[in-house]
Each structure stands twice: as structure tokens, then as C-alpha cells.
């Protein structure tokens, strides 16, 4: 075989991959059933792993100098790999354009990490079985939490509220894989880090059976204004009445569907919720005052970015949302793999600013899969700056 056919064949895995996990990251974005979400899946993973069987078989069994037709398997799958080509050099052209891409910002930020691995604790903060094993693969990071202060700079911050202190958590994933002493060490640093609010967006508890666990957990949690959160995909494995009810007899404040106003340093800030495509209706906030003379800060939580449309749309100044997990294994150059997003791995962690809206991504706590390769867990402290004349 010649070089440029094993150049092809080489850009074209590339692409089939891309295309498939691709495919497997949208499917994973839309608010639908669990059990089609599964079946998809399972589909498109069937796609990815036996596709390149078939084409070798293809490749290897089939004539060479056989006439090329519209109906020879030979061709069919060069067809194929020359449609993977294009996918491969698309998808790389696009990443870059996402890297360089101007709503890429940057913040000033300083990071602790927290190694829960010494052995008189690792024990107690991992399940036995699968989850002890997955964490002691080598470079697993799931006990290694980093606490990341980040200043940001928001355009249009009330004067008043520069300075402010947010803890923005998010997909903890209350499973039972993780025990609940990790979690209480969660709540430890959060208040030991003073801020003057919580913000929670989603994947708190994977069922029912784990909502004992949220007083001795998020029940402890400090903050100056209010800890507020809104619910996320995984979040439907529990009763929805009985997730809210659990949250509010410790003080947490729901803004799914709704807004929020407190007053810091005698002016308003608004706390709004968006649970989109999984819980309906998100904040409306029609009604949610904008006047010159009594301008009010808005937050947002979601669970997904891909919420970032309607965070500019309804001017929003701050969106924080997770979901994405950082993409929970990145590669060394490459970055994040899989990410259930419409956009794919566009937003898969950091901070990014389109118009008069920033929004933060977070890497997240947690994961139902406790695996992480060069993407570590996140509490991530917001400190919010106005933006100098």
C-alpha cells in the first residue's frame, strides 16, 4: 500500500472517530428519554468500534484491481474513509478556530490542590470495588480537588458589587461510589474559602436513597447572601418534589424556573435559574427591572452551557454552568474528548465572554464514573471585578 493511501487511512480513523463521538456528545444534549439516549449510544458506539473492522475487511479481502462501481464494497469504503478525510481536517480546522476564537478569556486566578490520597483517608472517601480500583489508576485525579479563586471581569457589574465572592459548584453526582465524607471535605473548603454566595448548578444526587446525605453535606454550607441551585439531567433519577423539598429544609434556595433578588451593598442583584432542555420553564425575566438608576447585577445558573444563547438574550452578566465535566479525560494537546454538548467540546471548561456576558465553566466536583485524567475536580471562587471606565 502506498504512502498517501496509509496517510488517508490515518486521517480518516482520525475523522471517523471525531464523527462518532461527536454524534455520541449531541445525543447526550437534548432533553430526551434516558433509555433512547442509552440506545443511541450504544449505536454510534457500535459504529465506532466495529466501522473500522469492517472497512479493514473491506480493504483486505476485496480486489484492488477489481472495476470500480457504485455498488463495489471497495469503493464504497474508500468513499468512506475520503468522507472521514474531510471530517478529519474540518473538525481540526475548527478546534483551532475555537482556541483562538475572541470569546476565549482568560482570568486571574491562583489554584490549591486538596490530594484526598493519604492513607489514613483514601479508604474512607472511596466505595470498595470498581471505585476503589478506578481511583488508584495511575493518574486519576477524582481525590484531587483544586480550589481555583479566579478574578472576572464583568462589563457591566454594579460598582457596588465589586469584590463579590461566589463558590460556584457543580455535578456532584451524590452517588455512593464517592462516600460522604469527600463531600463534607467539599463543604470544608467552600466555607473555609468565605464567600458571599453559593452557586449550585445541577447533577446533585443520582436517586432517592441519597437525599440523607445532603444535611451532613450541602446542609453545612456558609455563605453571606444565600446558596442557591438549580437541577440537572441526573437530578431526574430522584423525585423532583422530594429533591426540593430535601434542598429547601437546609436552606437551599431554588431559582430553576424562577429569579431571585438580594440586595448587597444597597444594590440589587438578581439570581436566576435556567434547567433547559430537561426541566421547563427557565426564569422569566421579563419583569426583572434594568432601569439606569436602579441597575441590578445578573447571575445565572445552568446546568449546560449551551444555555449561553439565552444568557445574552435575557442580559444576563455572569452565567455559570458544569455538565461538561471538562471532558473528564484530556488529552495533552488535543484536550477534551467527549463533552454532551450541541457545540460539542467547545465550552467544555473555562471562561468565555460573548458581548456584555461572561460565563464560567466549571470542571465540576465529581462524576458518576470516578475517572479523571488530566482534568481534575473543580471548586472554582469567583471573584467578580468591574470593569474600570
Known amino acids: 500500500m502506498s504512502t498517501m493511501a496509509l496517510l488517508l487511512l490515518a486521517a480518516g480513523a482520525v475523522g471517523h472517530t471525531v464523527m462518532w463521538v461527536a454524534l455520541i456528545n449531541r445525543v447526550h444534549a437534548f432533553g430526551i428519554a434516558r433509555r433512547w439516549v442509552n440506545l443511541a ?10 466501522g473500522p473492522v469492517l472497512l479493514l475487511f473491506v480493504l483486505v479481502t476485496q480486489k484492488a484491481d477489481r472495476p470500480f462501481s457504485a455498488f463495489n464494497a471497495l469503493s464504497l469504503a474508500w468513499l468512506y474513509i ?29 489554584s490549591r490542590a486538596t490530594n484526598l490520597r493519604s492513607p489514613d ?4 472517601l472511596v466505595s470498595p470495588g470498581l471505585p476503589t480500583w478506578l481511583c488508584g489508576l495511575p493518574g486519576n485525579q477524582v481525590l484531587d480537588i483544586y480550589l481555583q479563586e479566579k478574578e472576572l471581569t464583568i462589563p ?48 446533585i444526587v443520582e436517586g432517592n436513597k441519597f437525599l440523607d446525605w ?36 437546609i436552606g437551599l434556595i431554588h431559582v430553576g424556573n424562577n429569579w431571585h433578588q438580594v440586595t448587597v451593598n444597597d444594590a440589587p442583584l438578581v439570581v436566576a435559574g435556567n434547567e ?61 474528548i467527549t463533552s454532551p454538548s450541541i457545540f460539542g467540546v467547545r465550552y467544555a471548561a473555562g471562561v468565555f465572554q460573548a458581548g456584555n456576558t461572561v460565563m464560567h465553566v466549571s470542571r465540576g466536583v465529581s462524576a458518576l464514573t470516578p475517572l479523571r485524567i488530566n482534568c481534575p475536580p473543580e471548586i472554582a471562587i469567583l471573584v467578580l471585578r468591574a470593569a474600570k471606565s
Not at 449510544?41 to 459504529?47: E, S, V
Not at 483517608?121 to 474512607?124: A, F, G
Open 121 to 124: 483517608k483514601s479508604k474512607s
Open 41 to 50: 449510544t450504544l449505536g454510534f458506539l457500535a459504529a465506532l468500534v466495529f
Open 156 to 203: 457591566r457589574l454594579a460598582p457596588a458589587h465589586d469584590g463579590l465572592r461566589i463558590a460556584h459548584l457543580t455535578d456532584l453526582h451524590i452517588s455512593g461510589r464517592l462516600t460522604r465524607a469527600f463531600f463534607e471535605h467539599v463543604v470544608e473548603e467552600v466555607n473555609r474559602a468565605n464567600p458571599d454566595i453559593v452557586a449550585i448548578t445541577g447533577d
Open 276 to 336: 433547559l432542555p430537561w426541566y421547563k420553564p427557565a426564569a422569566d425575566l421579563s419583569n426583572c427591572s434594568r432601569r439606569e438608576a436602579d441597575w441590578a447585577t445578573r447571575l445565572l445558573l445552568a446546568h449546560s452551557p449551551d444555555q449561553f444563547a439565552w444568557a445574552q438574550a435575557n442580559e444576563i452578566d455572569l452565567m455559570m454552568a458544569g455538565h461538561l465535566h471538562g471532558g473528564q479525560i484530556r488529552l495533552p494537546i488535543v484536550g477534551a
Open 214 to 249: 445532603l444535611p451532613p453535606t450541602l446542609g453545612k454550607l456558609k455563605s453571606r447572601y444565600g446558596c442557591f441551585y438549580i437541577l440537572g439531567n441526573h437530578d431526574r433519577r430522584a423525585t423532583e418534589s422530594r429533591l426540593k423539598e430535601a434542598l429547601a429544609a
Open 82 to 110: 475520503d468522507a472521514c478525510v474531510v471530517v478529519c481536517v474540518v473538525s481540526t480546522t475548527q478546534r483551532l478556530m475555537w482556541w483562538l476564537h475572541a470569546e476565549r478569556r482568560s482570568a486571574r486566578s491562583s
